[in-house]
Antibody, heavy 119, light 107 residues
Framework: QLQLQESGPGLVKPSETLSLTCAVS??????????WGWIRQPPGKGLQWIGS???????YYNPSLESRVTISVDTSKSQFSLKLRSVAATDTAEYYC???????????WGQGTLVTVSS | EIVMTQSPATLSLSPGERATLSCRAS??????LAWYQQKPGQAPRLLIY???TRATGVPARFSGSGSGTEFTLTISSLQSEDFAVYYC?????????FGQGTKVEIK
């Protein structure tokens, strides 16, 4: 079945750029039925949608993060990526990638990766 | 941005009891609502989409209802594995938003 796996540094310094990749296996990243999204969860808190991308590169971002976020897709490698610039301690969170059916609900999710912003 | 408000924040129940979780939207989202279950140390798991359609493999004791601004997730008889945090998510508009969660704990 479809699996997603996040990867990237677990520690990022303040003001630097957080970069994560989500590898998709067991299914096609170019299916027209799906978007691919990033969601984060600060420790002990709720879920925040960061943004989503369609296989053709069309992107949708949360306005609260839009000025700092870039999501891209590499269909040849079956992966999509997140870059969050100028990070601060408030960006410390578990970061999840997920498939998004028709730009709607998220299923399945990756296992998540904890990113800590600290000097 | 649509604000999703879940209540109660915590629900203390015993196994076998019925759980009723609420999610309210600040404006109508039609039936564009999903529910997720999250256990400690795990990623969220989709339970319900379209307000009332169970995702593949979700037990029949989970049911969703509602439309517009008021939604309910019902667990008919709590099993030990159901004690977790539950989130609602609306997807009628970008940006899509989640509720703050309801924790279902063992009484």
């Amino acid at each position: 079945q479809l699996q997603l796996q996040e990867s990237g540094p677990g520690l990022v310094k303040p003001s630097e750029t957080l970069s994560l990749t989500c590898a998709v296996s067991g299914g096609s990243i170019t299916s027209s039925a799906y978007y691919w999204g990033w969601i984060r969860q600060p420790p002990g808190k709720g879920l925040q949608w960061i943004g989503s991308i369609y296989y053709n590169g069309a992107t949708y971002y949360n306005p609260s993060l839009e000025s700092r976020v870039t999501i891209s897709v590499d269909t040849s490698k079956s992966q999509f990526s997140l870059k969050l610039r100028s990070v601060a301690a408030t960006d410390t969170a578990e970061y999840y990638c997920a498939r998004q059916t028709g730009g709607n609900w998220f299923d399945p999710w990756g296992q998540g990766t904890l990113v800590t912003v600290s000097s | 941005e649509i604000v999703m408000t879940q209540s109660p924040a915590t629900l203390s129940l015993s196994p076998g009891e019925r759980a009723t979780l609420s999610c309210r939207a600040s404006q109508s989202v039609s039936s564009d609502l999903a529910w997720y279950q999250q256990k400690p140390g795990q990623a969220p798991r989709l339970l319900i989409y379209g307000a009332s359609t169970r995702a593949t493999g979700v037990p029949a004791r989970f049911s969703g209802s509602g439309s517009g601004t008021e939604f309910t997730l019902t667990i008919s008889s709590l099993q030990s594995e159901d004690f977790a945090v539950y989130y609602c998510q609306e997807y009628s508009h970008w940006p899509q938003t989640f509720g703050q969660g309801t924790k279902v704990e063992i009484k």
